[in-house]
Nanobody, 118 residues
C-alpha cells in the first residue's frame, strides 16, 4: 500500500521555524522526484519546493520561500523534509508532499496544517 504521511505542522509565531517531514512507503522512494505544495482554502495548490531523485541535483524553490525554506531528502529513511525558517503569516496553509516519476505514478500525502500567527 502506497502512503505519504506528513507531520510536523502546527502553530508558530511570525519569525519562527518548523520542520515538516514526509515518510513514504509502498514505492521506490529513491527513484522519485519529491515536491512540497501548499494550499490555502479557496486557492489553487502552490508548488513550494522540488528535489529530484538524482543525487547531487540542486533543489528548486518558489520565489516566495527562497532563502527561507530548505527541502532535503534521506533515501535511507524514505523521508523528505521541508525546513521552514523566518515564517510569515502568508505561509499559513496546508502543506502536502508529492512524489512523481517520469512516465510513472504520482502520489499525494494527506497534508499537514501550518499556521503562522501571533
Amino acid at each position: 500500500q502506497v502512503q505519504l504521511v506528513e507531520s510536523g505542522g502546527g502553530l508558530v509565531q511570525p519569525g519562527g521555524s518548523l520542520r515538516l517531514s514526509c515518510v513514504a512507503s509502498g514505492f521506490s522512494f529513491s527513484r522519485y522526484t519529491m515536491r512540497w505544495y501548499r494550499q490555502i482554502p479557496g486557492k489553487e495548490r502552490e508548488l513550494v519546493a522540488t528535489i529530484l531523485h538524482t543525487v547531487g541535483s540542486s533543489p528548486n524553490y518558489a520565489d516566495s520561500v527562497k532563502d527561507r525554506f530548505t527541502i532535503s531528502r534521506d533515501n535511507s529513511r524514505n523521508t523528505v523534509y521541508l525546513d521552514m525558517n523566518n515564517l510569515k503569516p502568508e505561509d499559513t496553509a496546508v502543506y502536502y508532499c508529492y512524489g512523481s516519476q517520469l512516465f510513472g505514478a504520482t502520489y499525494w500525502g494527506q497534508g499537514t496544517q501550518v499556521t503562522v500567527s501571533s
